[in-house]
T-cell receptor, first 110, second 112 residues
Framework: EDQVTQSPEALRLQEGESSSLNCSYT??????LFWYRQDPGKGPEFLFTLYSAGEEKEKERLKATLTKKESFLHITAPKPEDSATYLCAVQDPGYSTLTFGKGTMLLVSP | DSGVTQTPKHLITATGQRVTLRCSPRSGDLSVYWYQQSLDQGLQFLIQYYNGEERAKGNILERFSAQQFPDLHSELNLSSLELGDSALYFC???????????FGPGTRLTVL
């Protein structure tokens, strides 16, 4: 059974204070690793898909990286509008469904 | 805006009742997924349809059922509702199976 663990559960940063969120996974074979952002009461918003170890993707202040056992979401010089819950999900080769972690709740203070 | 629409936004009902949640996928998307999100469980996959056919089932209760219609919209039916069914229900869609899933805004179900 696929498992996804995200850490920390919650993270509080000052504006401009860079940090990283972790997503570790155990799957029989990884087809893709997905990062989503979710604001309270809203649907998850797609950020990135990573397919193979060593792959990196960037979008504004966010950068996602992937190794064979974990993925990191690096946040550089965050702003208050980056405050949200960040969800990681894995997709194994046999299925199209996603297994989600419980998320990291990020709060960026001005 | 992802292009996925869900109705209603909020639903308040009583235990034992039955409700229907509706989802319209993004234009051109053939695959529809339903997820349940509760505070303690996180996002849990319920069921997937592709072009009208059921393709995968997750931890979906027997009291729950779904279908995808010829126009590709989908409905999730929840019956004999219990307090524990209170949650956010999300629909997602993708162009084909195994492509990126785009989520709708969700339906918040409250069972009293």
């Amino acid at each position: 059974e696929d498992q996804v663990t995200q850490s920390p559960e919650a993270l509080r940063l000052q504006e401009g204070e860079s940090s990283s969120l972790n997503c570790s996974y155990t799957v029989s074979g990884l087809r893709g690793l997905f990062w989503y952002r979710q604001d309270p009461g809203k649907g998850p918003e797609f950020l990135f898909t990573l397919y193979s170890a060593g792959e990196e993707k960037e979008k504004e202040r966010l950068k996602a990286t992937l190794t064979k056992k974990e993925s990191f979401l690096h946040i550089t010089a965050p702003k208050p509008e980056d405050s949200a819950t960040y969800l990681c999900a894995v997709q194994d080769p046999g299925y199209s469904t996603l297994t989600f972690g419980k998320g990291t709740m990020l709060l960026v203070s001005p | 805006d992802s292009g996925v629409t869900q109705t209603p936004k909020h639903l308040i009902t009583a235990t034992g009742q039955r409700v229907t949640l509706r989802c319209s996928p993004r234009s051109g998307d053939l695959s529809v997924y339903w997820y349940q999100q509760s505070l303690d469980q996180g996002l849990q996959f319920l069921i997937q349809y592709y072009n009208g056919e059921e393709r995968a089932k997750g931890n979906i209760l027997e009291r729950f059922s779904a279908q995808q219609f010829p126009d590709l919209h989908s409905e999730l039916n929840l019956s004999s509702l219990e307090l524990g069914d209170s949650a956010l229900y999300f629909c997602a869609s993708s162009v084909a199976e195994r492509n990126t899933q785009y989520f709708g805004p969700g339906t918040r179900l409250t069972v009293l």
